[in-house]
């Protein structure tokens, strides 16, 4: 059973940093590209940024650029999203979510087979 769940979400204010971390289990995990997504209260689920299967190659929505970079630890089995310089417009609740496969530059929630059940990150003003 695939599983992958999140972890290091809180309250940060603006300005500050938080990693959040994707440990995954039941797959083998160098064969899947992953994803970070996150929903704001009213909001549909948007993408925030990509990894091929290898952690070689990431993409990031407009609004993140330079700001957060994905990594990806295939030996520990976990993606991270370290997220820097957040704003309140961040807040939110992030999720990882992984297919198979290696690059699939895959932004939208349907191109996911998997999904953790997410982390609450609130930046503050």
């Known amino acids: 059973q695939v599983q992958l769940v999140e972890s290091g979400g809180g309250l940060v204010q603006a300005g500050g940093s938080l990693r959040l971390s994707c440990a995954a289990s039941g797959l083998t995990f160098s064969n899947y590209a992953m994803a970070w997504f996150r929903q704001a209260p009213g909001k549909e689920r948007e993408f925030v940024g990509g990894?091929?299967?290898?952690?070689?190659?990431?993409y990031y929505a407009d609004s993140v650029k330079d700001r957060f970079a994905i990594s990806k630890d295939n030996a520990k089995n976990t993606a991270y999203l370290q997220m820097n310089s957040l704003k309140p417009d961040d807040t939110a609740v992030y999720y990882c979510?992984?297919?198979?496969?290696?690059?699939?530059?895959?932004?939208?929630?349907?191109?996911?087979?998997?999904w953790g059940q997410g982390t609450q990150v609130t930046v503050s003003s």
């Open positions: 979510a992984a297919v198979f496969g290696g690059l699939r530059r895959g932004v939208r929630v349907r191109d996911y087979d998997y």
């Open positions: 990894s091929s299967h290898t952690g070689a190659t990431t």
